[in-house]
């Protein structure tokens, strides 16, 4: 079984990069913008771990 204890850590960091890079958006925009982006560059987001999803998120405001 998946430690539970790495669901609070992710949307935690997801909160502060929320907050810091788009707090004007909505959360379906958040997601449907940075989903999109790992689409677009060859990457399923089904399959990464927490951690990667956290990466991408941040490369997403970091690469604007």
């Known amino acids: 079984m998946r430690n539970p204890d790495r669901i609070n ?27 999109s982006e790992m689409q677009y560059e060859g990457i399923d987001p089904f399959f990464p771990e927490e951690d990667k999803m956290i990466e991408y998120l941040k490369k997403f405001f970091t690469d604007k």
């Open 9 to 35: 850590k992710f949307c935690n960091e997801l909160a502060d990069i929320w907050k810091t890079n788009a707090c004007d958006w909505r959360f379906g925009q958040l997601m449907s913008n940075v989903l």
